[in-house]
């Protein structure tokens, strides 16, 4: 009996992450007032009673594709937070601050539609916990390089540094995506950041390679 319940199991997953997927592709394609759960069932290649069964509506369709979406920039951020755990301040913030373009930069059409959607459609909750998580680690890490910073409040040296980066790597991927190549978004993120942080010593100039 154990293998049937795992294949139902799988195809279940299957089957959300069909609509998931097919509402992603909607909303990037038409805009947000012209899904509706219908035409997700129709692009999923399965029935409106089968899209039921997992989703009582497309608001909460579209809450669990905003939730997946959060979630894979948070796990690429925990990558690269682990990747640097033991890095200097500098190099650290360097791959970081990377680490959030990349992020930002995970299907950047549908994100727009997120940042257009999220307010309207009462996400925030979803989106405040992985601010939360995220501030949280990279507080633990700055916390770990105490003696290599100069700004003795680290709760709030965290906030404006999350809230820093967060905002200029949103700004540039969504809106002005001419900036983020070649690395100069990025070394100059880094300056501004790490010469808040340990403004006695500053930071050196990295060239980007061409």
């Given amino acids: ?3 049937r319940k795992i294949a139902s199991q799988q195809r279940s997953q299957a089957t959300v992450e069909a609509l998931l997927d097919a509402t992603a592709r909607i ?3 038409d805009g947000y007032d012209r899904a509706s759960t219908n035409r997700i069932a129709a692009v999923a290649g ?3 009673g089968s899209l ?4 009582p509506n497309k608001e909460s369709i579209v809450a669990a594709l905003i939730a ?3 979630r894979a920039m948070l796990d690429l951020l925990k990558d690269a937070l682990a990747a640097v755990a033991s890095l200097d301040l500098e190099p650290a913030m ?3 601050i990377a680490a959030m373009v990349d992020a930002h930069r995970v299907d950047p059409a549908l994100h727009r539609i997120f940042d257009e959607q999220i307010p309207r459609m009462g996400q925030l909750d979803e989106i405040e ?3 939360r998580e995220v501030f949280a680690l990279v507080r633990a890490y700055l916390d770990a390089r105490r003696d290599e910073i100069a700004v003795t409040d680290l709760d709030t040296a965290t906030f404006i540094c999350v809230t820093t980066v967060e905002t200029l790597t949103h700004e540039a991927v969504l809106r002005h ?5 070649p690395a100069g978004l990025v070394e100059e993120v880094t300056r501004l950041v790490v010469g808040y942080l340990r403004p006695v010593t500053g930071i050196s100039r990295t060239v980007p390679a061409s």
């Fill in 1 to 3: 009996m154990t293998p």
């Fill in 94 to 96: 360097r791959e970081l």
């Fill in 129 to 131: 916990a992985i601010n």
């Fill in 177 to 181: 995506p001419d900036m983020i190549e």
């Fill in 52 to 55: 039921y069964q997992y989703f």
């Fill in 46 to 48: 399965v029935s409106v």
């Fill in 27 to 29: 909303l990037v394609r």
């Fill in 68 to 70: 997946r979406h959060t």
